[in-house]
């Protein structure tokens, strides 16, 4: 069985890894195949059948638990504006295209205002739980700042925790400032394990006081990508890798990357499209070269599926953003208003709320696992066994379909096979319905998104949408309202499948879809 | 002899900032500007001028 996120074999052979200084390729990272046939942690996985932990140090991370991120949320400081390299699809004079929505700039937060704020929302959003350092530039690169921000934040908030993202360049050096200020969650965008290739990607990096450019450049901020996830991996501190895909330049390059950061323990691989719309006067935006579709993006990740374990779920969230993964909620929290809050930090609150998501992850488990044996006997009755389509979700959260289709900003996707509900991935859409009004001219670029789905899984659908959709082939389907997403998806599938072996409907491959730029639209 | 910031391409990254052997760089109204009494240019210090070599804007320093 195949699971795109991590199974608990893998913990396992993780945990020996992490045991392990050197990582080695039999024992090193996480394979997304099933080890010994088990489901996976970040969808069915629980406290009981894993390492407790690696259990602990993802089971509320949004960022590192598929399941997780229905339900908890997160938020990123921008204490960091500095960058010591430049990266073709970024453009520093606005922000961070990697990280954050390129275009806006960020209310850059001196130490003291980031720990303020972090307060104010953690107590206001209980079920925020993870803080991260994502830049604007490189959180290591403003080491003073970032570490400041951590001192304070162990102090204050000791059930929050604590990440960064780098791009690595001064990774090696910052180690063991890292594991001393109880960090256990790192990012590395690590683009290419070939310099040649790096060289297309970044123009220059300022080392030993100098700047490099070139396949030197390249080669230098590879090897310390290499040597800082080492030493992270020997630490047990858990590593998520980023990739940037560049349709022409590292597309099938990064199966190899995967294969490198596999063997040397990373946790978790995250494939992310290219952002390159020309207004953000990045190089590759100025320059013209494209991000993948929705399909070439899933055909790599696909291809890593075999090495370490991929992420699917990443909003390419900005630097500042507030809340669970696909909203924003930093309007609510800008300084000025932070100055007005009456900030009371509950921890007994706060864990009594995540308790109580917990006992609803666990009910969720269970209805998938009773969908899945329906989908299974279906798909047999019906001959379809090999049978994999995509299906598109409205959700609010809370891994349930219960969002109206003109409320959607985005759509979660499931390929759905008479074996799992697997999410491979979510797209962006502009809202259907504004100001309780449907804009009709908005449909075509929402169908256009979820072009490559059988059917799309909403709350609720007005009359208009409904017909175009299905006019495209897309089935509109309402009947699993406020149902769990993996059953309703299984059962829907089940259906389908009884529908084609009755001949009522015929089955049919679908389309590519467009990826729609630009990251997380401010609700 | 010194160097300036282009006050209307600064980006406000501050990245020059720390880099300055003869801390002539702050920061003022969300941009950072360098004291041309203190800026040497990096002479005696280093090869080529630190800020320059760090600013992810091309030809946001210049000579003064």
Redesign the interface.
């Known amino acids: 069985m195949q699971s795109a996120y991590i199974s608990l074999g893998d913990l396992k052979a993780n945990r020996n890894a992490l045991a392990e200084p050197v990582a080695s390729e039999s024992a090193g990272g996480c394979s997304s195949s099933g080890g010994a046939g088990k489901s996976s942690c970040g969808s069915s996985g629980g406290p009981d059948d894993m390492p407790s932990e690696i259990w602990d140090k993802v089971k509320n991370h949004p960022c590192y638990s598929e399941e997780a991120h229905h339900h908890f949320a997160r938020m990123h400081v921008a204490v960091a504006?500095?960058?010591?390299i430049?990266c073709n699809y970024c453009n520093?004079?606005?922000d961070c295209s990697n990280e954050s929505r390129p275009g806006v700039v960020s209310q850059?937060l001196t130490p003291d205002q980031a720990v303020k704020k972090v307060l104010a929302v953690a107590s206001e959003i209980p079920q925020m739980t993870v803080l991260g350092i994502a830049g604007?530039?490189d959180a290591l690169?403003?080491p003073?700042k970032t570490f400041d921000t951590m001192r304070q934040l162990t102090e204050k908030a000791p059930d929050i925790k604590l990440c960064l993202s780098t791009n690595g360049l001064a990774l090696p050096e910052m180690v063991d400032e890292i594991c001393k200020h109880n960090i256990d969650h790192v990012t590395i965008t690590i683009n290419m394990v070939d310099p040649e290739i790096g060289a297309k990607i970044y123009p220059w990096i300022?080392w030993n006081?100098?700047?490099v450019t070139g396949v030197e450049a390249a080669r230098i901020l590879h090897e310390q990508q290499m040597k800082g996830l080492e030493m992270l991996t020997a630490r047990g501190v858990l590593t998520k890798i980023n990739s940037v895909l560049i349709p022409g330049i590292n597309d099938e390059h990064l199966i190899e990357v995967n294969r490198e950061v596999k063997k040397r323990g990373a946790f978790l691989h995250n494939i992310m499209p290219l952002i390159s719309e020309a207004e953000h006067g990045t190089h590759f935006g100025l320059t013209g070269q494209r991000g993948p579709s929705a399909q070439e993006l899933k055909a790599v990740q696909d291809a890593c599926m075999g090495g370490a374990n991929l992420m699917r779920h990443c909003r390419q969230c900005r630097a500042d953003a507030v809340g669970l993964l696909g909203e924003d909620r930093s309007e609510e929290f800008t300084l000025d208003k932070i100055e007005e809050m009456d900030i009371v930090y509950d921890i007994d609150k706060r864990r009594a709320y995540q308790e109580k998501v917990e006992a609803e992850r666990q009910a969720q488990h269970q209805a998938k696992v009773d969908a899945l044996a329906d989908a299974l006997d279906a798909s047999l009755i019906a001959g379809q066994e090999d049978l994999k389509v995509l299906v598109a979700v409205a959700t609010e959260g809370q891994g349930r379909v219960n969002q109206h289709f003109g409320h959607a900003t985005e759509f979660q996707i499931f390929e759905v096979s008479r074996k799992e509900a697997l999410f491979v991935g979510h797209r962006r859409v502009d809202l259907y319905c504004q100001g309780g009004y449907g804009e009709d001219e908005q449909l075509p670029s929402i169908v256009n998104a979820i072009n490559d789905c059988h059917a799309v899984l909403v709350s609720k659908i007005g009359a208009c949408p409904r017909d175009e959709l299905k006019a495209a082939g897309i089935e509109p389907v309402e009947e699993y309202a406020h149902e769990f997403i993996e059953k309703a998806a299984l059962t829907w599938f089940a259906d389908y499948c009884t529908r084609v072996a009755s001949g009522a409907i015929a089955h049919q491959e679908r389309g590519d879809a467009r990826i729609r730029q630009g990251a997380v639209m401010a609700a | 002899m010194a160097l300036k910031i282009i006050g209307s391409?600064c980006?406000?990254?501050?990245?020059c900032?720390?880099?300055c052997p003869n801390d002539a760089i702050r920061e003022k109204s969300?941009v950072f500007i360098i004291d041309p009494a203190k800026c040497t240019e990096c002479e005696g210090h280093?090869?080529?001028p630190?800020c320059v070599?760090?600013c992810?804007?091309d030809g946001c320093i210049v000579k003064a």
């Open positions: 504006p500095a960058c010591n430049q520093r004079k606005y850059k604007p530039g690169a403003n003073k300022f006081h100098q700047r | 391409t980006s406000g990254c501050s990245a900032d720390p880099e969300g280093y090869d080529t630190q070599a760090v992810p804007v």
